[in-house]
């Protein structure tokens, strides 16, 4: 047994080693840009873990469900995310289809939680909430709006938890969320954005990271055994990353007032977001949950863009305009035990997009989602293994040009993801 705890303990901190180095390059495609991979089980469950949150990544879906754990408890694993997009683009009555490059993001997950006494936990999780990846072949048709795009992040968030009584259980914590980007477009200096005709065109790069401070709450209510409700909320967060912009411009075009390496500052928001669950148990080894999550989108405005000297678009600030509005994600999940040691899971998701229309671009050429999930658990001495499959599939878009942006006259379709979870937890 020893020897068990041992490897367990060495397995779960090399885990929470990889979650600071790889959620520094995690990416993902979402509605929206928010992740919702914060645990296997979580995974094929289709995320329906607010009022159940019986486990320790209930730090990331409602902490007020860690009064539930018994003693310490950690749990840490990875979900690999695997998107396909086909983007047909129109210039000038031609038509190109090209794809997304195809690419495998890992985003980790790690999670503490101890029993102080009878009444008050203590948690604290690593996780990834928001993720955006997008990446095209450099000479691309659609380059001058984007062509690479890296929106990473991951947060800290302890969290203290109080139960009330035997029905109520409320918790708050404080968040950290380490934000990266990396953002590269091209640029046509004569303003033509002809996408037949690369002569002229230069890079820019911009990459900047920053940390940024927030909060969340929660609360679980149980008012008999077969029924369970639980809300939380995490806040809006106002980024400020702070960073450099570089330039590579072809032979022969001067750089004497524009196209310049510069300092810069990039700001934005992420949203305030509701989580919504109800759990009903009819049977000790069956459970159902629906959840709905409200995220308001319309924080995300625009991100701005300030640079120290006008020395390199020519001014020193820009705004790209997004006006994203308040969406819903529903997700519904069950769960049965055949026997006391095996659980097998499933779930289902519809996610909204937040992208009006007239203001999508190639950064995230997304649309409404669907996902139907699957996975299992087993236990064994005082360990746990789980592991899920998502099916991801995305409703096609039809996208109107808007030449001073860079987009074109644009159709995506056969938007498909592949994300496969794996967790290990251990109750000390």
């Given amino acids: 047994m020893k020897n068990k705890f041992t490897v367990c303990v060495s397995v779960l901190l090399i885990m ?5 180095s790889s959620s520094i390059c995690t990416k993902a495609e979402a509605a929206g840009f928010a992740l919702y991979e914060w645990s296997a089980r979580g995974n094929a469950l289709g995320g329906a873990m607010v009022a159940k949150a019986d486990d320790p990544s209930a730090i990331a879906w409602n902490p007020a469900g860690i009064t539930q754990l018994q003693g310490t408890q950690v749990l840490a694993g990875i979900s690999t995310i695997a998107p396909s997009n086909d983007v047909t683009t129109n210039y000038n009555g031609n038509s190109k289809k090209e794809s997304i490059n195809k690419k495998v993001f890992v985003p ?3 999670y503490f ?3 102080v006494n009878d009444s008050l936990w203590f948690g604290v999780g690593s996780f990834t909430r928001f ?3 997008t990446s095209f072949d450099e000479d691309w048709s659609g380059r001058y709006s984007s062509y690479d795009t890296e929106i990473n992040s991951f947060s800290v968030n302890p969290n203290i938890a109080y139960k009330i009584n035997e029905y109520i259980s409320i918790a708050g914590g404080f968040e950290l969320m380490y934000v990266r980007a990396d953002l590269r477009k091209k640029i046509d200096p004569t303003g033509a954005n002809d996408p037949n005709n690369p002569t002229n065109d230069i890079d ?3 990459i900047v990271d920053g940390i940024t ?3 969340n709450a929660g609360i679980r209510v149980t008012p008999n055994d077969e029924w369970a409700l639980g809300f939380s909320y995490r806040s809006k967060m106002q980024h400020h990353a702070t960073g450099s912009a570089s330039y590579n411009v072809p032979t022969g075009i001067s750089t004497a007032t524009r196209f310049n390496d510069n300092d810069i500052t990039m700001s934005m928001n992420t949203p305030n977001t509701f989580l919504f669950g109800v759990e009903y148990k009819p049977l000790a080894n069956l459970s159902f949950e629906a959840d709905a999550i409200y995220s308001e989108w319309s924080e995300y405005s625009d991100i701005n863009y300030d640079f120290a000297k006008t020395n390199s678009i020519g001014i020193k600030n820009y705004t790209a305009v997004k006006k994203w509005e308040d969406v819903w994600r529903f997700q519904l999940g069950v769960e049965y035990l055949p026997i006391e040691d095996l659980a097998l899971r499933a779930g289902y998701v519809y996610d909204q997009s937040p992208i009006r229309e ?7 050429p997304t649309n409404d989602r669907q996902i139907v999930s699957t996975g299992l658990g087993y236990k064994f001495d005082n360990f746990v293994v789980d592991v899920s499959y998502m099916y991801l599939w995305m409703k096609d878009r039809t996208i109107a040009a808007r030449p001073g942006t860079g987009v074109l006259d644009t159709k995506t379709e056969n938007g ?3 994300i496969v979870g794996l967790s290990l937890g251990y109750n000390f």
């Fill in 16 to 20: 929470m080693g990889l979650m600071l």
């Fill in 108 to 110: 980790p997950h790690a």
């Fill in 113 to 115: 939680t101890h029993q």
């Fill in 131 to 133: 993720g955006l990846g």
């Fill in 204 to 206: 820019q790069r911009l």
């Fill in 213 to 215: 401070p927030g909060f």
């Fill in 358 to 364: 007239g203001y999508e671009d190639y950064m995230l």
């Fill in 416 to 418: 498909l993801t592949y």
